[in-house]
């Protein structure tokens, strides 16, 4: 998935340039010349022990596709530029504005894994009497439903529905939490860091991607900058929440 991912960024530079790369508290925004414009969380790892996040600030390329190559990288930050690149390079046309769970909700007694802490989706499906399983890499103090990413294979098969974080990309491990989901009903990676093209996934279990549109690119990057995440650059009118269905019926 990540190579046909990477493949159909690649197809769609079309000529365009890097016009800026900001890199904020929470996330990283890559805008292209023409317009277009991804996001990627920040990664919490750090591979330098000084103070330089990225190395290559001050002389990042302009050309879509060495960045877009960073993806593949071992270094964090690196792959998170990457990831932010290819997201701009490859969005689609979303099939609407909605929240996951108003299109497709899950069921009481349905066994419910989240990869990522998603609290509101969380203590919904919890409302609901599912039973609530969450994999996160970093510990969540007084959550009993917690476990660490190593524990995803003896948690997501025999699940009924997935919620996969797209901060996943720049990891590697967004299609080994997919490997994972194949007897899930839903499949859903969500958040503003998800890949919004239909045709990498459609090899894949995922259902639903529930991502973002930028609205106003140099108004996410003026947000980033600053400090801000989700619900400010909503606010802010710069980014809206879409979905694509993956398998259209």
Do not use: H
Request: some cysteine.
């Amino acid at each position: 998935m990540i190579s046909s991912l990477l493949d159909l960024a690649l197809d769609r530079v079309r000529g365009s340039r890097l016009e800026n790369l900001v890199i904020g508290a929470s996330y990283i925004i890559a805008v292209l010349d023409d317009g277009r414009a991804g996001l990627m969380v920040v990664p919490y790892e750090r591979s330098s022990e000084d103070c330089t996040l990225l190395k290559m600030a001050g002389s990042v390329p302009r050309d879509p596709r060495a960045l877009a190559r960073m993806l593949l990288s071992p270094v964090p930050i690196e792959a998170a530029v990457g990831a932010a690149v290819v997201n701009a390079l490859v969005q689609e046309d979303p099939d609407g504005e909605g929240d996951l769970f108003d299109l497709a909700p899950p069921e009481p007694g349905e066994r419910v894994v989240f990869v990522g802490y998603f609290r509101p989706y969380i203590e919904a499906a919890k409302e609901m009497g599912c039973r609530v399983y969450v994999i996160e890499r970093q510990p969540i103090p007084y959550e009993s439903s917690v476990y660490p990413d190593w524990a995803a294979e003896r948690i997501i098969p025999g699940s009924d529905y997935v919620v996969i974080t797209g901060s996943t990309l720049y990891s590697g491990q967004l299609e080994r939490y997919l490997s994972l989901s194949g007897g899930a009903r839903v499949v859903a990676v969500v958040g503003p860091s998800t890949p919004m093209a239909r045709a990498p996934f459609r090899d894949t279990p995922a259902t639903y991607l529930m991502g973002s549109r930028i609205l106003d690119a140099a108004r996410a990057a003026e947000v980033v900058a600053q400090g801000g995440g989700t619900r400010a650059l909503v606010r802010s009118g710069a980014m809206e929440k879409v979905f694509i269905k993956v398998k259209r019926d």
